[in-house]
């Protein structure tokens, strides 16, 4: 995701000289320095992040706490610095607890998703008070970088929702159209034509919710006829109680997001 949020930025003209990383393992290192010459890069933190204006923390949370702990004392002489962390689970009062600093630091959580690789992302961003309305917009610039649709949330808490929703949504459709294509198959459609018509299929209806100013159930009946062949797919579906399925699949991930944020915050 750090990679993904640096070429994002490189890409929409953001001065390469300006964009900094740190990186551990010596094998990725080279390669980043080898693909991104004009970017400062090293394998020590404190170095990358001296004089920063904003700090991106895309770790993993299990590590998170040290890399914190780490920047702290720099952090600390510097207040107008901005955080984003896209740590999953961690919240804003646990990294400001880490900094240690005598202020209240400027912290924006992020909760990003794997579609941001492609620069196709959704972001949904929790801002600490202190957070600017001009820190607000950087944020919104870095983040559209590689994500189409950035949300703020008003409660923290709100996060764990963004996660249901967008952080483990693409899963929910690989799901679908995974079965989708295999119904395709079982119907006496090759693989590759299968797997070609779920694609387009899903795209084609994304890209029309997109644009249409109907909502997504008008949409919906707009295309199922009267004792038609959707209207046989969807009374199918209701039967087997769809909407409780993605009702409970959506409420599980935003559980379980609650639940590694209380488990981390218990281990460290």
């Known amino acids: 995701m750090a990679e993904a949020i640096l070429c994002g930025l490189q890409s929409s003209g953001h001065p390469s000289s300006y964009l900094r990383y740190s990186e551990p393992f010596e094998q990725r290192l080279e390669y980043m320095q080898t693909?991104?010459?004009?970017?400062?890069?090293?394998?020590?933190?404190?170095?990358?992040i001296d004089g920063a204006d904003v700090i991106v923390l895309a770790v993993k949370p299990q590590i998170l706490h040290t890399v914190v702990t780490e920047l702290g004392s720099l952090i600390e002489h510097n207040p107008e610095v901005l955080v984003?962390?896209?740590?999953?689970?961690?919240?804003?009062?646990?990294?400001?607890?880490?900094?240690?600093?005598?202020?209240?630091?400027?912290?924006?959580?992020?909760?990003?998703?794997?579609?941001?690789?492609?620069g196709e992302g959704a972001v949904g961003l929790y801002a600490t008070e202190h957070v600017s309305h001009e820190q607000k917009k950087m944020t919104e610039d870095i983040m559209k970088a590689v994500s189409k649709q950035v949300i703020w949330v008003h409660e923290e808490s709100l996060?764990?929702?963004?996660?249901?929703?967008?952080?483990s949504g693409p899963a929910y459709f690989f799901l679908i159209m995974e079965a989708m294509q295999n119904a395709g198959i079982q119907a006496g459609l090759?693989?590759?034509?299968?797997?070609?018509?779920?694609?387009?299929?899903?795209?084609?209806?994304?890209r029309m919710a997109q644009i249409s100013e109907d909502d997504?159930?008008?949409?919906?009946?707009?295309?199922?006829?009267?004792?038609?062949?959707?209207?046989?797919?969807?009374?199918?579906?209701?039967?087997?109680?769809?909407?409780?399925?993605?009702?409970?699949?959506?409420?599980?991930?935003?559980?379980?997001?609650?639940?590694?944020?209380?488990?981390i915050g218990k281990e460290l």
């Open 190 to 206: 090759s693989s590759k034509d299968a797997k070609a018509l779920t694609l387009q299929t899903c795209l084609g209806a994304a």
């Open 35 to 48: 693909k991104y010459p004009d970017m400062i890069g090293s394998n020590k933190n404190k170095e990358v």
């Open 84 to 118: 984003l962390s896209i740590a999953a689970g961690i919240t804003t009062e646990d990294i400001q607890a880490w900094i240690h600093a005598p202020f209240s630091p400027c912290i924006v959580r992020c909760m990003p998703n794997t579609p941001a690789l492609i």
């Open 159 to 167: 996060i764990d929702a963004v996660t249901g929703i967008s952080g």
């Open 216 to 263: 997504l159930s008008t949409l919906r009946c707009k295309v199922t006829s009267p004792k038609g062949t959707t209207e046989a797919a969807i009374h199918s579906m209701e039967s087997n109680q769809i909407r409780k399925v993605m009702s409970e699949a959506v409420f599980s991930a935003k559980r379980r997001s609650k639940e590694l944020a209380e488990q």
